[in-house]
C-alpha cells in the first residue's frame, strides 16, 4: 500500500557543507578573506540543506507525517544525502538524475557576520513539472515547495512550470505552500522577473512564506537596497524596521495569496491574512475557526537563541513550526508563536536540523518563559498586546 502522508515537500535539495571558524575570527570581512591567506578552521558540519530538507525533516521530528520530493545526481555528494536521510528515517522519492551534479552548498558563518552561501545548483536545474508524483500529493493535505529560484526550470518563460505544479495541486484540493530563496542578483535567477513570475503563480498558493530579503529583492528594490546598504559586516536584518512590511504584505495578498507571511530572521515573523471568504477556498488545511484566522495582522518577536550558532535554514525550519500548528488546527497567535520557537532552537546547531526538538519538548520550552527579543517600533501602525505578548497591526479585525 501507498505511503499517504499528510505533507508532501518538494522542490530544493542540497548537501550542506559548514566548516566552523575559530573564536578569534575577525569580524571584519577585508581582514578576514584576504587572497592567498591561510585561515585556520574548525571540523566540518556535513548536513542535508534546502527546503526539502530542512522544512520536510523538521517537520517530520515535529510529529507531521512528511513526504520528500526533490532530485540528486549520481555522484559522491548524491550518495551523501542519501546517507544522511537514511539518519532521519523519512520518507523520501528522490530521483537520481544520471549526469548531474548533486547541488552542494559550502556556508560560510564567521562569528558576528552575516552568511555567505557558496551554492552549485546541480540537479536542481532539472526540476520540472513532470518531476511530481501527483497521485500521491493528491492524498495529502498540504503540499508545501521551496526555493524555485534556485531551480532554473522554475524560473524560466515567466514560471511557466511553476505555475504548472500548483495550478495542478491546487486544484486537487490540497492546500498549497510556497517559500523562496535570494538568488545571486548576477545570475540569470537574479534577473527573472519575478514580480511577472509571482503574479502568475500566488493566484494558485494559499500560503505564501517569503523572508524580508526574498520579497524585497523581488518587490521592493529600494527597501531591499536600503537594508543591504545599511549592512556591511552585519546583518541586514539587524537595520529593519517592521513598518515597512504591511506595503509588502498587501502586495502579496493582492497578487492572489491567501494568506503572507513574511520571515525576518532576529527580528521576528510576520503574518497577513485575508477574509474568511477568501480563506474558505483554501483546500484541505483550511482553518477550522475562522474568526481567530481571517483578517489578521501580526508579527511575533523572535525568540532570544543565545548562543546563536548559525541560522542556516532558520527561516525554513520556522516553516516547519508554522505548518505543524496549522496542521494540528491551533490557533493563529499559536501558530507564529511556534514558527519563532522551531527558527530559535534551529540557530543553536551549525546545521539545520540538529537542534530541532519535538512538539511536545518545544511547547514546553515557550509555556516555560523562554525570552524574547524585544522590539522597539515607531509610529502608531503596530500595537503591542502585553497579555497575547504580539504586535497587532492596523489592519487586524480584533485589534482594539
Known amino acids: 500500500m501507498t505511503h499517504t502522508p499528510t505533507v508532501v515537500v518538494a522542490g530544493h535539495l542540497c548537501l550542506d557543507l559548514t566548516p566552523q571558524f575559530p573564536p578569534d575570527t575577525p569580524t571584519d570581512m577585508g581582514k578576514l578573506f584576504i587572497p592567498g591567506k591561510l585561515i585556520n578552521m574548525g571540523s566540518m558540519t556535513i548536513a542535508t540543506g534546502g527546503p526539502v530538507s530542512n522544512t520536510g525533516i523538521a517537520l517530520s521530528i515535529l510529529g507531521i507525517d512528511t513526504a520528500l520530493m526533490a532530485k540528486i545526481g549520481q555522484d559522491f555528494v548524491g550518495k551523501g544525502v542519501?546517507?544522511?536521510?537514511?539518519?532521519?528515517?523519512?520518507?523520501?522519492?528522490?530521483?537520481?538524475?544520471?549526469?548531474?551534479?548533486?547541488?552542494?552548498?559550502?556556508?560560510?558563518?564567521?562569528?558576528?557576520?552575516?552568511?555567505?552561501?557558496l551554492h552549485c545548483t546541480g540537479a536542481n536545474d532539472t526540476f520540472d513539472s513532470g518531476d511530481l508524483d501527483y497521485d500521491l500529493i493528491a492524498q495529502a493535505d498540504l503540499f508545501h515547495f521551496g526555493y524555485p529560484p534556485l531551480m532554473r526550470q522554475m524560473y524560466v518563460d515567466n514560471g511557466k512550470e511553476l505555475v504548472a505544479i500548483f495550478k495542478r495541486v491546487k486544484e486537487s484540493g490540497v492546500t498549497t505552500s510556497l517559500d523562496l530563496s535570494l538568488p545571486d542578483p548576477n545570475s540569470e535567477s537574479g534577473k527573472a522577473d519575478w514580480q511577472r513570475i509571482l503574479e502568475k503563480v500566488l493566484p494558485y498558493v494559499d500560503l505564501f512564506l517569503p523572508s524580508i530579503e526574498e520579497s524585497s529583492f523581488m518587490v521592493d528594490s529600494q527597501l531591499y537596497q536600503s537594508l543591504r546598504s545599511s549592512?556591511?559586516?552585519?546583518?541586514?536584518?539587524?537595520?529593519?524596521?517592521?513598518?515597512?512590511?504591511?506595503?509588502?504584505?498587501?502586495?502579496?495578498?493582492?497578487?492572489?495569496?491567501?494568506?503572507?507571511?513574511?520571515?525576518?530572521?532576529?527580528?521576528g515573523f510576520s503574518i497577513r491574512t485575508s477574509s474568511a471568504e477568501v480563506l474558505s477556498h483554501m483546500g484541505r488545511l483550511k482553518p477550522a475557526d475562522m474568526g481567530n484566522w481571517a483578517d489578521r495582522e501580526l508579527h511575533e518577536e523572535s525568540f532570544n537563541a543565545e548562543p546563536v550558532v548559525s541560522a542556516t535554514g532558520s527561516g525554513d525550519s520556522s516553516i516547519a513550526g508554522f505548518l505543524s500548528s496549522l496542521v494540528r488546527g491551533f490557533p493563529i497567535?499559536?501558530?507564529?508563536?511556534?514558527?519563532?520557537?522551531?527558527?530559535?532552537?534551529?540557530?543553536?546547531?551549525?546545521?539545520?536540523?540538529s537542534g530541532i526538538k519535538n512538539w511536545d519538548e518545544t511547547r514546553a520550552l515557550v509555556a516555560a518563559g523562554w525570552e524574547k527579543n524585544c522590539l522597539q517600533v515607531s509610529g502608531d501602525y503596530w500595537t503591542y498586546d502585553a497579555a497575547r505578548q504580539v504586535w497587532i497591526g492596523r489592519h487586524d479585525s480584533q485589534r482594539s
Do not use: W
Open 231 to 267: 549592512a556591511t559586516t552585519t546583518d541586514m536584518l539587524e537595520h529593519l524596521d517592521i513598518n515597512d512590511l504591511p506595503r509588502i504584505s498587501e502586495r502579496f495578498l493582492k497578487m492572489g495569496a491567501k494568506i503572507v507571511v513574511v520571515k525576518c530572521g532576529v527580528k
Open 82 to 117: 542519501l546517507e544522511q536521510f537514511s539518519r532521519h528515517h523519512v520518507t523520501s522519492y528522490l530521483q537520481e538524475v544520471p549526469g548531474a551534479d548533486t547541488s552542494y552548498t559550502v556556508a560560510l558563518v564567521p562569528k558576528g557576520m552575516d552568511r555567505i552561501f
Open 333 to 353: 497567535e499559536d501558530s507564529i508563536r511556534m514558527a519563532c520557537a522551531v527558527g530559535g532552537l534551529n540557530v543553536r546547531a551549525y546545521d539545520a536540523i
